[in-house]
């Protein structure tokens, strides 16, 4: 692997290759330098099982000739590669169709104003500590009165630098890290049932993770509160989604308006811009320059400016979610949604999204149903984004008469998103903790098929 860039040198070098690829007889062209290094540890029944570290680095240049494109990447950043990158991209270009829809920013559309996002973490995390903090996770758990079995506690730690640069004048590189603990344990005995179940934590700095022991803990907690777990009968009635679960929900929506489906017309909502699709309470907000967001992004991979923002509004969808490709196709403005790897063109990808808490507590949620659902888990990837249709099976529990009653498993729901968003009650417990967040939500509706 070379080692001829580094953070320091990338936005100059990556420079170097885009001006011999301009003189070569690119028109325009953007190449992107990404280097990870990771640490994870597994741990399980008390002694260290894997330890993996990894340093990768790659190399990604994309070139146009006209309204032609091509892509080629490399894990040798050497600058014996960088001949060898220009000479296979230029000769891919010249052999594929035109597309009219390609090609990098104006540089009048570039971004003028980076915000400090505050997504590194300078410190060192050593194997040690993650091997301690993989252990104590685990420790907590099993010491938990009813775990009889482990499938084991991990923790990792690992750092990201990443140079743009671009022939329009786009020229950025910034650094970012990431923590985590996870753990998952057994409850009961093979002769009367076993029930599995975990937790986890991920920030951007080390410090901001939640406490392994409270961490194994709650993954014992759950994994016992689903012993004896009983069939029901099938029907429609009132589902709840815990935030875990929930944080789906809003990602199947999410999905739904990236301008990657809208343009092909493969979304449910592709006619539903400015239409009412949510309940007049709900709001969904976008945060892309939140401090140590998980998903944090001071402005995106083609340069666009990204900013905070509603993407539901009073119940209205407000925005699709566009890089440059998809805006032309449909003949829109970017909306700084563009996310790149070093082997593909960007697409549309989103940063921090939350679906806004609402004014009832969870409790007083369950409390107003006489029969309904309480989902904890959900399995298998059940959904249609063309019809909107959604079936997922699920783990959780049954409410009678407006309590928690007894666990249930082998149970699938089904419905349609578009009834689902309409129907969507969310609760006041919300937590801004995965880039992805959603607090307890309520659908008044949805068929259950049980026994």
């Known amino acids: 692997m070379g080692k001829f860039i580094n953070i320091n040198n990338s936005r100059e070098l990556l420079g170097d290759l885009i001006s011999d690829a301009l003189n070569q007889g690119a028109d325009a062209a953007d190449a992107i330098w990404v280097k990870n290094t990771s640490t994870t540890t597994t741990c399980r029944m008390g002694k260290l099982e894997k330890l993996n570290d990894s340093d990768e680095e790659q190399l990604g240049l994309r070139v146009f000739i006209g309204k032609r494109q091509s892509i080629v990447s490399s894990s040798d950043c050497s600058p014996k590669a960088f001949k060898e990158i220009i000479d296979k991209s230029l000769m891919m270009a010249k052999t594929l169709p035109e597309d009219p829809f390609v090609g990098i920013a104006d540089k009048a559309d570039l971004v003028t104003n980076i915000p400090d996002i505050d997504t590194f973490d300078k410190k060192n995390i050593s194997t040690d500590e993650l091997i301690d903090s993989a252990m104590s996770c685990e420790d907590s758990a099993r010491s938990v009165s009813g775990i009889t079995n482990s499938e084991g506690a991990s923790a990792g730690w690992g750092k990201s630098s990443i140079s743009l640069v671009a022939s329009n004048g786009f020229n950025r590189s910034y650094q970012s890290s990431g923590g985590s603990l996870s753990v998952s344990v057994l409850a009961g005995q093979n002769s009367s049932g076993m029930e599995v179940d975990y937790d986890y934590s991920t920030s951007v700095y080390w410090e901001d993770l939640k406490d392994p022991e409270k961490i194994g803990r709650s993954a014992a ?80 991979s083609e340069g666009i400016q990204n900013k905070k923002r509603d993407l539901i509004e009073a119940g209205i969808l407000k925005t699709w979610l566009l890089d440059l490709y998809s805006s032309r196709k449909l003949s829109l ?51 249609n984004y063309i019809t909107g249709n959604y079936s997922r099976g699920i783990a959780g529990f049954w409410i009678d008469k407006g309590e928690i009653a007894f666990p249930v498993n082998e149970i699938t729901i089904a419905g349609n998103l578009k009834d689902m968003f309409k129907n969507l009650i969310p609760a006041n417990d919300l937590e801004l903790s995965y880039g992805i967040d959603s607090p307890t939500i309520m659908i008044e509706s949805m068929s259950i098929a049980g026994s």
């Open 221 to 300: 907690n759950r994994a016992k509160k689903r012993l004896g777990a009983k069939k029901i009968k099938s029907g429609k009635f009132p589902v709840i989604y815990e935030p875990r679960v929930a944080r789906g929900i809003l990602g199947h929506f999410i999905t739904a308006i990236n301008g990657n489906l809208v343009s092909k017309d493969t979304s449910f909502l592709r006619d539903k811009m400015g239409k009412q699709i949510f309940n007049k309470e709900i709001s969904v907000i976008e945060d892309p320059h939140r401090k140590r967001g998980l998903r944090s992004k001071s402005c995106d």
């Open 333 to 383: 403005r970017p909306t700084g949604h563009a996310s790149r790897g070093v082997a593909s063109q960007p697409s549309p990808s989103v940063t921090n999204v939350y679906l806004d808490r609402g004014t009832l507590t969870p409790a007083k949620l369950i409390s107003g149903i006489k029969s309904g659902l309480y989902v904890t888990d959900t399995f298998g990837q059940g959904v």
